[in-house]
């Protein structure tokens, strides 16, 4: 009874949303009752956010984490909400440069990350690049400047933590380089140097990979190192498949043995790579699985489940794959007057994908296409949904949204 | 009464003036009515060139971003790109490039380069290169420079004529990039100047600079200038005029940066009409349109109609407007010379130039949709979602259809009522977006970074 308890508690912690796209950067949920169709009236709740953001909340206990921008960046923010309600908590504002970006793009496109003790965020501009650490009831504790960004379309990658690190990647137009901070201190650990330059911006999140017998590694996604590894307790770069030659938006995905990851550029994407893990220094040759050049996302991180492979492009076609071999299985349209660039997630057999319409989509993770369902969100979106539970929550351009729960 | 036979005449020399191989396509659009027909035959249908090579007469490098399509003409082949793979390596950095090629082997003959403007990415957008599409004219070559230079060159080996500089001369501010492609019909060249709005205020810094044109083309002196559009450009103006005949009397239609279409007395630039292609937008509060859609499509002359979209370039998917209007009427004729159009649900944003075949308009809405819609009636009769944006524009030869979309697939259909998809061939490597064309019975398809010659092999 009490190991049956405890083995529950430790899966609900696994299943935190704590980092954008949940899981490692999965985008999958374990979730089973988060509802399938739903009117406005069906919102939890609906809470204005002040300035605008494109980023997902991320939740810890009862509480609720996001970044958002007011004053054309001058002011970043940090909100802690309530999940039962929405009400905020508390809220952090951060005084900045603003800067030029994508006119699509926010200037708190970046998702915050939280431990058990610690929240922690990344606001860039010109001169700065400032990660910051709260305890949770809003104190904060640490704040680290990595120096200037230089971007053409501006910021997009959110920190990440593993153990006793905060993983940061900056791959930028200017001096580029993954850090690892000392989730405790703010101090960094180790920066490794990357190859950056003119639009070589990369805006994916990492995700971590553990594997008996070898080192734990962080997986990133950019146009120069294409899908590369660095060891985690060192920064020394592992391996890289360089399979890409455009801009990378999306982020990287662990999916069995391989890693998947988009490159695209203005109207679309234009190469969905799937790399086996492994090997030494650059591994371009022996170790792409696959690639895919038709039909494939430019912004939205495909999600894997255990032998398939969906993704939406950003023009909102709907796609299935086989996961071991890339063969496509089927290509469908969502809706043809909108675009997409939150990215899907898989929640109980299904996937939903919100438009920047504001309609979140639902349909079928399965061999044959099944548009389930269309559901209001009550604004236009840029963000990817968190799962909590039997909750769903979305940011919209200025709203945060609740949808499920009792 | 007179017309038939006058009709048949006109035909019969037309027939007789064209050499037998086929027809150059010397401009954006081919023809000065910019309607993507042509009378080639026996072009090929399927073509491969990753695996093995099928059909494929030649390929050249390019640069790494080719936004303009090719013009074909004397025995060359001309095309707008960047300097990415540079053809002269004591020529770096970031140039717009104008290469120009031998049509029957792909030999690189010269290439014109443009330094970036100095104003940075405000005016002239990091790396776009070259967009603009030439125009030649017997040994001439008209094209706008990334400078918003109207540039007239010898076409055998490039050699200056005469430079137009909009910005110097004119007061022209383009927004971040210069793209119109040029028109030249009797003595006079047309072009867009590009004026556009500032990248950072917002708004006209210069109203009154001109953004339609005509010059004479020998001399390059202004013969008249416009700036309809005033403070009203929403962006940028990166569209090309059209040139054609409606009951007897000739006119140019200049895509507006206000989502307006003016039609001129081609001579005089005497203003013949004017259309809001963004009258079914409603607007918001502060009286600004639900839309960025704009003109940059071009107008396309069909007997007395110009059929034209409303669109931007990447970033919406949203809804759009195809129409055609009734270009016999004068003055603000947006409420009296609308003949159909499909909006809202019924067409999305497009960039795309349509064909207009046998009663028929083949158009491409920018998430993908190719359309066939009835030109009388404006009823869409089939459609094929390519399931991939599209900027591109088709073109119709020897009853086939060509459409190529953002992964570089180009299908074929047959022309006609009933939809029949004859071939869908693979995106050509280092093609994505753009349109096709056909000179001589070869097509010609520019990509990213490549340019193919496709023929018939045997």
Known sequence: MLLASFALLADAGAQEWTRFRGPNGSGVSDSKSVPVTWTEKDFRWRVPIPGESHCQPVVSGDKLFLTSAIEQGKERMLLCLNKADGKELWSKKVAMATYAKHKLNSFASSSPAVDKDRVYAAFVSSEQFLVKAWDHSGKELWTEDLGAFKAQHGHGSSPVVFEDRLVLTNDQDGESFIAALDTKTGKVAWKSARRGGDQMTAYGTPCILERKGAPTQVITSSQTHGLSSLDLKTGAPLWEAKVFDKRAVSSPVLAGDLVIGTCGQGGGGSCLAAVKIGGNGDVTSSNVAYTIRQVVPYVPTPVATADRLFWVTDGGVANCAELATGKVLWSERLVDKTIFYGSPVAIDGKLYIVSQKGDMFVFGASDSFKLLSKNPMGEGSHSTPCVDGDRLYLKTFTHLVCVGGK | ?458
């Open chain 2, 1 to 458: 009464m007179n017309r038939a036979p006058l009709a048949v005449a006109g035909l019969i020399l037309l027939l007789a003036a064209s050499p037998s191989r086929g027809d150059d396509w010397p401009m954006l659009g081919g023809r000065p009515d910019r309607n993507l027909v042509c009378a080639e035959k026996g072009l090929p249908v399927a073509f491969e060139a990753e695996k093995q090579q099928k059909n494929v007469k030649w390929a050249v490098n390019l640069g790494k971003t080719t936004y303009g399509t090719p013009a074909v003409a004397g025995g060359r082949v001309f095309v707008g790109t960047n300097n990415e793979q540079p053809r002269d390596p004591a020529l770096k950095g970031d140039k717009g490039v104008l290469m120009c090629f031998a049509e029957a082997d792909g030999k690189f003959l010269w290439q014109a380069v443009h330094a970036k403007l100095e104003t940075g990415e405000l005016e002239d957008a990091a790396f776009i290169g070259l967009c603009s599409t030439p125009c030649i004219a017997g040994d001439r070559l008209y094209y706008v420079s990334n400078r918003a230079e109207l540039i007239c060159c010898s076409a055998q080996d490039g050699k200056p004529v005469w430079t137009l500089d909009f910005r110097k001369e004119l007061g022209v501010s383009p927004h971040q990039g210069s793209a119109s492609s040029p028109l030249v019909v009797g003595d006079l060249v047309y072009v867009v100047t590009g004026h556009g709005s500032d990248f950072k205020k917002h708004k006209v810094l210069n109203p009154k600079a001109p953004s339609f044109v005509a010059v004479n083309r020998s001399t390059g002196k202004l013969v008249w200038q416009d700036s309809s559009p005033g403070d009203r450009i929403f962006a940028g103006q990166w569209g090309s005029p059209s040139y054609g005949v409606v009951e007897g009397k000739a006119q140019v239609a200049f895509p507006g940066g206000d989502g307006w279409l003016y039609a001129f007395e081609p001579e005089t630039g005497k203003l013949l009409w004017k259309f809001n292609c963004k009258a079914h937008e409603k607007l918001d509060k502060d009286g600004f349109p639900e839309t960025p859609n704009q003109l940059v499509a071009t107008p396309v002359y069909a007997g007395h109609r110009v059929i034209i979209a409303t669109g931007i370039d990447t970033d919406t998917n949203g809804p759009g407007c195809l129409r055609a209007i009734d270009a016999r009427k004068s003055g603000d004729v947006t409420r009296t010379a609308e003949l159909w159009k499909l909006a809202g649900e019924e067409f999305a944003c497009s960039i795309s130039t349509v064909a207009v075949h046998e009663g028929l308009v083949y158009a491409v809405q920018f998430p993908g949709m190719f359309d066939c819609i009835d030109l009388e009636t404006g009823k869409r009769i089939w459609q094929h979602d390519m399931l991939s944006t599209a900027f591109g524009s088709p073109l119709v030869a020897d009853g086939k259809a060509y459409v190529r979309n953002g992964d570089g697939e180009v299908l074929v259909f047959q022309t006609g009522r009933e939809k029949k998809l004859l071939a869908k061939n693979a995106g050509l490597p280092g093609v994505e977006n753009g349109s096709v064309v056909a000179a001589n019975g070869v097509l010609f398809v520019a990509g990213r970074n490549k340019l193919y010659a496709l023929a018939e092999t045997k």
